[in-house]
């Protein structure tokens, strides 16, 4: 069976990480006799600048007909400051294809990656579930007697009880599934009375039906504490959107930085959007410097969606090898380029070497 893979590598550093990651993925199908057929798209900031045009006219019709995931680098560009068109491509996406579910890990795969004094592998392992549909990124609101002193801006968060009870329900499958003992719902409802009081409501609700899993609750704020102070404790979180957004930089802080942190924008069963955690990087965008982990691995949890476990194994393994031999970009301390890396992983796929 084809898989399609829709490849859309968009601005800066996206575009360098995003070949690497082709380069390993078509590695990994090599040895595992995957067929994965994957088409390039070229929307991001030169599309737009140059046509006015961010996400295509039918483009998402035609990827829910045509392909089983895609693979994005990142969107955001300094000549486009009021990032329109990564909105309209990324969350454009997200909505559109209704990717409710933003699964990003947070482990560590080297003792030496983190900042936190004497924490192993074994206690740098969880996942955050984001709901990825609503919450602040609804973009309902307005500004009123703008410019002035008595200017007053709105901004909406939304919380729909279909949509809250979804994510929640997919964060328990997931720690069904995973074999994940603890469940932590991450929310403000001793302030947000209204919003986050629906999603209290709704998590204890679905908490009842998987009674072999422990339900517990942080405050944001307490979390941000915990992960630091004892990520150990911290299994499968759910949160809101932006909550969600913030928490995974703090967790990609502690793996390694954002050069490191994959995440799957995800609707069980339908096509699903991967995408490394970090942004364009422009400052180091052209400079074959950014470190393509993060998309490498993303790549991998793509492989895992769509059914090749094995291989998506194999190239986990071989970051872990590669970051162990010090084969890694300036910002893990090493002196390696992009491509170099990218090249690294593909031959240690190959070899099997890890
Ligand atoms: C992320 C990013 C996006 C988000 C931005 C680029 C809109 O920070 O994927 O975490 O806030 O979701
Ligand atoms: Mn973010």
């Known amino acids: 069976m084809v898989t399609r893979i829709a490849v859309i590598p968009g601005d800066g550093i996206g575009v360098e990480v995003t070949r690497e990651a082709v380069r390993v993925l078509e590695a990994a199908a090599e040895v595992y006799g995957l067929a994965l057929e994957m088409t390039h798209f070229d929307w991001g900031a030169e599309k737009y600048l140059r046509e006015g045009v961010a996400l295509p006219e039918g483009a998402v019709a035609m990827l829910q007909q045509n392909y089983d995931a895609i693979l994005a680098g990142a969107f955001g560009d300094p000549r486009i400051p009021d990032h329109r068109h990564a909105r309209e491509i990324l969350l454009g996406l997200r909505v559109q294809l209704d ?42 609101g307005g500004v009123l007697r703008k410019g002035t002193p008595e200017e007053v801006a709105i901004q909406e968060e939304i ?43 709704v998590f204890w609700e679905v908490a009842q039906r998987y009674p072999e899993i422990e339900a517990t609750h942080q405050y ?38 954002l050069g490191l942190a994959p995440s799957g924008n995800i609707h069980p069963g339908r096509i699903s959007l991967f995408e490394p955690v970090h942004g364009t990087a422009p400052t180091l965008a052209g400079k074959n410097v950014a470190n393509p ?21 194999a190239i986990e393994r071989a970051v872990v090898a590669a970051v162990r031999a010090g084969e890694v970009t300036r910002d893990l301390g090493g002196s390696l380029s992009t491509e170099e890396v990218g090249r690294t992983l593909a031959a240690r796929v190959r070899a099997h070497a890890w």
Request: neutral net charge; glycine residues 8%; aromatic residues 6%.
């Open 220 to 257: 944001v704020d307490a979390m941000a504490l915990l992960m630091v102070q004892d990520p150990a404790s911290c299994d499968v979180i759910v949160t809101t959107n932006m909550f969600g957004d913030i928490l995974s930089d703090l967790g990609a802080a502690l793996i390694g930085g």
């Open 293 to 313: 982990m993060g998309a490498i691995l993303t790549a991998a949890m793509l492989l895992d969606y769509v059914g090749a476990e094995e291989a998506a194994r």
């Open 99 to 140: 990717l409710f579910m933003n699964l990003r890990p947070v482990k560590l795969l080297d003792e030496r990656l983190t900042p936190l004094k004497g924490r192993t592998p074994e206690d740098i392992d969880f996942v955050i579930v984001r709901e990825n549909t609503e919450g602040a990124y609804v973009d309902i």
């Open 159 to 201: 919380a729909t009880r279909r949509g809250t009870e979804r994510i929640v329900v997919a964060a328990f499958e997931y720690a069904r599934r995973h074999g994940r003992r603890r469940v932590t719902l991450v929310d403000k409802s001793n302030v947000l009375r209204y919003g986050h009081g629906l999603w209290q409501r």
